[in-house]
């Protein structure tokens, strides 16, 4: 790649993000990068609560969101709950797939 070729002409003070696809993790192995994995709920607890704290936040900033879910059910926070668990396992680390599914909600397209 071309990373791999020119790294050593890149300057010190020069910080590289450079991401991969899950199937093509090896080519980052031959790198000296710090790796930080994105997707993998099961080893990251901070990915888990970043997600759970996301959820939150949308169903805080978004009432549209919160009465969706609320307003056909009576046990508020059980649900709640169990809608930011079932988002977070589902996710598999993507905050475009929960963005997602809370607009659906949001607009109706998904009743819950």
């Known amino acids: 790649s071309f990373i791999a070729k020119h790294l050593n002409q890149f300057p010190s003070w020069l910080k590289i993000v450079c991401t991969v696809r899950s199937s093509m993790v090896d080519i980052s192995r031959m790198m000296p990068f710090h790796k930080i994995c994105l997707d993998n709920t099961g080893a990251d607890e901070h990915l888990i609560k970043d997600l759970s704290d996301y959820i939150a936040s949308c169903m805080k900033a978004n009432p549209k969101i919160f009465s969706k879910i609320h307003n056909r059910n009576k046990m508020k926070k059980s649900l ?10 589902r996710a598999n680390g993507s905050f475009l797939y929960v963005k997602l599914v809370l607009d659906f909600i949001e607009r109706g397209s998904l009743v819950i």
């Open 80 to 89: 709640t709950t169990k809608l930011t668990s079932f988002l977070v396992s």
